[in-house]
């Protein structure tokens, strides 16, 4: 093996530690964070532009829903319970032991309807009369079975229940969700 000269040896031995240097300093470079960005300034809506909204917890979605159920059993129906927030979107649906698969929907588009007019469904029922192509509304179920949940007057959900062989024992037990939430 030939000698190296001195000279080569210090030019080698620079090259290999500014390697060495170069690839730790990339890997410490790589694992630092980037300075961040100046935040960009949050624009506040102006006041007297927004409103505030009451819901209903999914607890108590959950209590009314049993009240529901238990109040089926005692009738001795097999019904599905759906309780919608206050912009319709579902909360939850259960379908109780032995419903039918057509009362899991129906129950969900009964709360929906309740709670969009702030009104039981079998009395929107009767508001058809007047005004036939509200049925028309999508996602709207005018059968009896669907009571509003209110807070200070205003709607705050919809509680439907579908399956027992007529509207107004599917409301009855409806109605039994609400009264649970004033418990």
Do not use: C
């Not at 030019?11 to 300093?25: E, L, P």
């Not at 929907?105 to 039981?120: H, L």
């Not at 999508?138 to 007529?166: H, M, N, R």
């Amino acid at each position: 093996m030939k000698k190296l000269s001195r000279r080569s040896t210090l030019v080698t031995s620079g090259a290999v530690i500014a390697a060495v240097a170069a690839g730790t300093f990339g890997a410490v470079s790589a694992s630092a964070t980037a300075p961040a960005a100046p935040a960009a300034k949050a624009a506040d809506a102006k006041s007297g532009t927004t409103t505030t909204t009451t819901h209903l917890t999914a607890d108590a979605a959950q209590k009314a829903a049993q009240a529901a159920l238990a109040e089926a059993k005692k009738e001795n129906q097999k019904v599905s319970v759906a309780v919608v927030d206050r912009n319709g979107n579902t909360i939850l649906t259960v379908r109780g032991d032995g419903a039918g698969p057509q009362s899991y929907e129906s129950a969900e588009k009964k709360a929906f309807t309740a709670v969009s007019w702030n009104a039981p469904t079998s009395q929107l029922v009767k508001n058809l009369e007047k005004a036939p192509t509200m049925k028309d509304i999508p996602g709207t179920l005018f059968l009896a079975g669907g009571a509003p949940v209110t807070a200070k007057g205003a709607p705050i959900a919809g509680i439907g229940v579908a399956g027992a062989p007529s509207g107004d024992i599917d409301e009855k037990i409806a109605q039994a969700g609400v009264a649970s939430l004033n418990k």
